[in-house]
């Protein structure tokens, strides 16, 4: 069965000058003029035909056309044809930010997005679709954190096409719940482990000359792009400062795999960091190492050089590079004390597996301990969000108030027995 409709005449339309021509008897010219002419007010009544198989679904698909136009969306073939990674490509070029992190969207959506939902037509997409979705991404083992940033993405787009007047309503528009696996908490050193584990590097023959390294990552809760991209022009011996400015990250932006210098994500990322005493003597161990070894800085960097940690081959340490020798160290100590555990007759007190982001953790974990002003821990950390500084600064008051109670109750049991 066939039904054809009109659309309202109130309706403010895009017109189609050839439909316009054929319904005045004139030409595209004529038909264009008077078009224009009218501007907004233009209307159009152009011809929908629907078919089914019987009159109630008919009448159905005509209630439902008739919403559409009274709600004012639109219902081009074309807009029909929109799939999730058109609207997304769409939405990614309304967006304004760095090509690091535009990077990192597209990458994102390649791996995950677009061979699946990322096909769908926008018309098509349920909220159904989008939670089924998300548990897929839940049963693959992807943790929650990497859903809600796929859903930073996902959620903008299809609220675009609400703004279009596409669909009606944002699927998308959903609690993630318990999707994905939850964050790791993250552990930091603690004293002891971070002193064995200087120690040791210290006294090692393969890798002491990590340890100026080492000393300022602790001593400065940089992040590894921050500490590769230091040069000498950014640490200020004589104020005993060090400058935050610029990042190095190593990525594809249209030009292949290489490093870019780029600012930081935000404002908060640009700071000065006062320098303790041990963070002083490392930089200047590590200038009489990089002329010792070799090691100085023999590459330019988007107008950039001298850079202060680098490889044999003179150019900044790969962060991928910084968390390998990391891994080495920690084997390397794990190897020599199961030895010594067991010639002592005792079980061994292996380190953990670190990465540079644990030592940034770690030094961030030690001004905690000391009581430093959450404040003051954000300029250090350089986060834009205090939250961020305060899950670490609460994880550690909160033990600080357990071993007081504990102490608080130790101490009378203790002296009852004593009696």
Known sequence: MRRTMERKADQVLTVDIESLAAMLSCGKAGARKIAEQAGARVTVGRRITIYDMDLASLREQERKITKDLDDKLVTDTAVKKLTLNDLFERYMATKKVKDTTRTNYHTMWDNRVRNEIGNMKVTQIKTSHILLFYSKLS????????????????????ELAVTDDIIRKNPANVSLGEYGEKPKEKEALTPAQQEKLLKFVEE??????????????????LRVSELISLTWADVDMKAKEIRITRQLVYKDLGDGYKFHDTSPKTDAGIRKIPMTRTVYRAFARQKELNLMLGNGSRVEIDGRNNFIFNSKHGRPMMPAGVNSFLKNIVNAYNKKETLLAEKEHREADLMPYI???????????????KHVDPKVMQYVMGHSNISVTMDVYNHILRWDVWKQRLQNWIQPWLWCKMV
Do not use: D, W
């Not at 393969?206 to 809760?221: A, D, I, K, R, W």
């Open 204 to 221: 090692s023959n393969t890798y002491s000359h990590h340890l100026p390294m080492l000393q300022v990552m602790f001593g400065t809760c």
């Open 355 to 369: 990465s540079a982001h644990t030592l940034r953790h770690t030094g961030c974990t030690r001004l905690g301990e």
């Open 139 to 158: 049963e693959v083992g992807l943790a929650h954190n990497t859903i809600k940033y796929l859903h930073t993405m996902i959620k903008p787009s299809l």
